[in-house]
């Protein structure tokens, strides 16, 4: 069994900066692909970035192209979410989510591909 948890939400002002964390137990190498979804107040949940595993391939949606990196940290069985540049709409609940199989050694932001989920945590950008 694969456990997620996320942590790092806040509130901050437009043009700011957070850092999301999502710690994998028992081991980051139980993955092979980790990702970031969103959900906004009253939208549908959004694939923003992933990373696959071990090869830490990445891929970002272009809502969040170049302000949002992440980064690994296998040490501490953990992938961060550095968030940049913050605008109001990027209020949202944040998971973090691992795929344990996939197909073709090919990570997608497909909600359906990930089997775990985290709890998620909030992020309010104001103006």
């Known amino acids: 069994l694969v456990q997620l948890v996320e942590s790092g939400g806040g509130s901050v002002q437009a043009g700011g900066s957070l850092r999301l964390s999502c710690v994998v137990s028992?081991?980051?190498?139980?993955?092979?692909?980790m990702a970031w979804f969103r959900q906004g107040p009253g939208e549908e949940r959004e694939g923003i970035a992933f990373?696959?595993?071990?090869?830490?391939?990445?891929y970002y949606a272009d809502s969040v192209k170049g302000r949002f990196t992440i980064s690994p940290d296998n040490a501490k069985n953990s992938r961060y979410l550095q968030m940049t540049e913050l605008r109001p709409e990027d209020t949202a609940m944040y998971y973090c989510a691992a795929a344990i199989q996939i197909t073709d050694n090919i990570c997608t932001l497909e909600e359906s591909a990930y089997e775990y989920w985290g709890q998620g945590t909030q992020v309010t950008v104001s103006s």
């Open positions: 028992p081991s980051i190498y139980y993955t092979r692909c």
């Open positions: 990373m696959n595993t071990p090869y830490e391939k990445t």
